[in-house]
């Protein structure tokens, strides 16, 4: 999509966004979180405001509406929840502050966001002024656009909200997740060998990856993520994983999915423990640099002596996945997932990774930007 520079523009809602349109996702600064990723927030609905600098009257008087509609109980991370986006390092706090729960503002004092979204237009004849085009955006919990607006028409866009149903029913009805959900991919002597050889050799604390200054690194969070794991070192317990994941659950993934799984990532015994408050909170598994081959994620339980564990899909309603002992829960890698908190006892599961050829390629590539050697 070409730049314009039409004097004066049009807001840049009425060109750039439509109903059902999907919006770009970026990271960007909150006063409480120097990367925070705007993806991981579907489940709930959004409205996200370019208020470009609050020293304007319109985009002055929307963050104000947007406080009254926190107090009044509109915006509360639950059902919904709002941000504000703000170019002019003249808003920092207490002009604008994050109020949480609720209401948080991104400092977008590079304007990367508001360029994404076509809120600043750079000039397009030389020595002209810069444009920027305040507007606000109702997003559905799956991050589609419901309604778009000049910021100074934002009680619309309140108002609005306030009528919408509850999030899990934006669409009319429950949408269940685009899972697979397999009963017997392994049988239970195979669970019970696999919680075996975790209880003998004991796990290590896990992280997760993200890329930071152009590596993918390794982080340890035990707020976003808490879980220990032990690799599987006996190739013989690695083959008769592969074999069986091969002979039933491949094919149930090509029949589901059309896709021909052909690698696997990762042959781990992992351990959500009650007594650590063993949990993975929302989050998306091929995000990164080293990541982003990650096709289909595969959640296999071993036992089912625990409560929680379970896990769900926010973009698609509060529904929980719990597969028997044995059984797998397959899904995209790219889909929003949570593995909520182990409440009493002990989940032990296998979580690989599947993918396929052209994918390796990827993988390949992506090493060139892991924080560790590739054997890890």
Not at 163 to 191: I, K, M, Q, T
Not at 317 to 330: I, S
């Amino acid at each position: 999509m070409s730049d314009t520079s039409a004097s004066p523009p049009r807001p840049a809602s009425a060109t750039r966004f439509l109903p059902g349109d999907p919006v770009p996702m970026f990271h960007a600064a909150t006063d409480g979180n120097p990367r925070y990723a705007f993806d991981s927030v579907a489940g709930r609905y959004v409205l996200l405001a370019f208020l470009g600098s609050s020293s304007h009257p319109a985009s002055a008087a929307a963050w104000e509406a947007l406080g009254r509609a926190r107090v009044e109980g509109l915006f509360d991370d639950a059902r919904a929840c709002a941000y504000a986006v703000t170019a002019d390092p003249a808003d920092a706090a207490p002009r604008l502050a994050d109020a949480v729960p609720g209401l948080r503002v991104f400092r977008d004092h590079d304007l990367a966001v508001s360029r994404a979204f076509g809120a600043y237009a750079a000039p397009a004849v030389e020595g002209e002024k810069p444009v920027y085009s305040p507007f606000a955006l109702l997003l559905d919990p799956m991050l589609r656009v419901l309604a778009h607006a000049p910021v100074a028409e934002i009680g619309a866009l309140l108002a609005a909200l306030a009528a919408l149903p509850p999030p899990a029913l934006h669409s009319g009805a429950e949408v269940p997740a685009p899972v697979l959900v397999l009963p017997r991919v392994l049988e239970p002597d195979f669970c019970r060998g696999l919680i075996d050889i975790y209880e003998a050799h004991g796990g290590t604390e896990s992280g997760f990856m993200r890329d930071v200054d152009g590596r993918t690194v390794p982080q340890i969070d035990s707020g976003h993520k808490r879980r220990k794991d032990h690799v599987i070192a006996d190739e013989a317990v690695r083959a008769a994983l592969r074999e069986r994941l091969v002979r039933r659950l491949v094919p149930e993934i090509r029949r589901s999915f059309q896709f021909q799984a052909t690698r696997i990532e990762r042959y781990i015994v992992a351990c959500y423990d009650a007594a650590d408050g063993g949990h993975f909170r929302a989050h998306r598994d091929n995000t990164t640099r080293g990541t982003a081959h990650r096709r289909f994620a595969v959640s296999i339980n071993l036992n089912d002596s625990f409560e929680g564990g379970d896990l769900w899909f926010p973009e698609f309603g509060p529904r929980l996945y719990r597969p028997p002992p044995g059984g797998a829960v397959v899904f995209s890698c790219s889909l929003l997932h949570e593995a909520t908190r182990v409440r009493e006892g002990v989940r032990f599961a296998t979580l690989p990774f599947l993918y396929d050829e052209a994918a390796a390629k990827v993988r390949e590539e992506g090493r060139r930007f892991l924080g560790l050697p590739a054997e890890a």
